[in-house]
């Protein structure tokens, strides 16, 4: 099994930037794939950025440019720095870590909620 622990969130002005952490426990020398979604109220979990073991990323069209996904696999920890932060990336955002061989993401942390207003 494998435990992801977020911390980071906060309330932030727009324009603003926080760093978002994630620490996996417990089986880690499974995980391959790890990634950030996010659920603003009333719609749907989306993916914000992936990142394999080997540091290639991928990010969705709306946070290119703003969102740094990063990994230290040593550190077993994946952060999320986001930068000039604007009001539509109020949402709960949560890590996701995927095993060798799955189709899709197998564990989730809780996670932590980003409120982006003035």
Do not use: H
Request: hydrophobic letters at 35%.
């Amino acid at each position: 099994q494998v435990q992801l622990v977020e911390s980071g969130g906060g309330l932030v002005q727009p324009g603003g930037s926080l760093r978002l952490s994630c620490a996996a426990s417990g089986s880690i020398f499974s995980l391959n794939n790890m990634a950030w979604y996010r659920q603003a109220p009333g719609k749907q979990r989306e993916l914000v950025a992936g990142i394999t073991r080997g540091g290639n990323t991928n990010y969705a069209d709306s946070v290119k440019g703003r969102l740094t996904i990063s990994r230290d696999n040593a550190k077993n920890t994946v952060w999320l720095q986001m930068d000039s932060l604007k009001p539509e990336d109020t949402a709960v955002y949560y890590c996701a870590a995927q095993r060798y061989g799955s189709a899709f993401f197998n564990y989730w942390g809780q996670g932590t909620q980003v409120t982006v207003s003035s």
